[in-house]
């Protein structure tokens, strides 16, 4: 198996996890973890950034697909072969921006409470 084949199928099973999030067969712990695990791998920030050389890029290779095999190993199997199928289908649609905008908008509220916080404690 090729590695754009592979990153094809985690892919895929990133937005099987999307699914597997709304579906009330799987539970709630796996949700929360499938969720954390959705969320870092379509925002724009990392957690180490890109630039760095190796250690940027390290992050992706390693966080997402532990997270989505740790999430797999939650969810039954037959639910999440029924989101592989709903997730195949979404793959062939075109990118959706509007969620892109919302993980960002999200990530800069976050960044903002935080400084919001850094400041106020550091004035006090």
């Known amino acids: ?7 094809r199928l985690l892919k895929r099973d990133v937005y099987a996890l999307y699914f597997a999030v709304r579906e009330p067969r ?7 973890l499938a969720g954390c695990v959705i969320a870092y791998a379509l925002s724009p920030i990392d957690l180490i950034p890109d630039p760095i050389p190796v250690l940027g890029y390290l992050d992706d ?11 797999r190993h939650m969810i039954p199997d037959h639910v999440m072969t029924e989101c592989r199928f709903k997730a195949q289908a979404l793959t062939k649609k075109p990118t959706n921006w509007i969620v892109a905008a919302i993980i960002v908008l999200i990530w800069l509220a976050l ?14």
């Open 111 to 124: 960044a903002a409470a935080g400084a919001y916080c850094l400041v106020s404690a550091l004035s006090s």
């Open 26 to 32: 799987v539970p709630w712990y796996a949700k929360v």
């Open 61 to 71: 290779l390693v966080l997402i697909p532990l997270g989505v095999l740790a999430v």
């Open 1 to 7: 198996m090729s590695w754009r084949h592979q990153a």
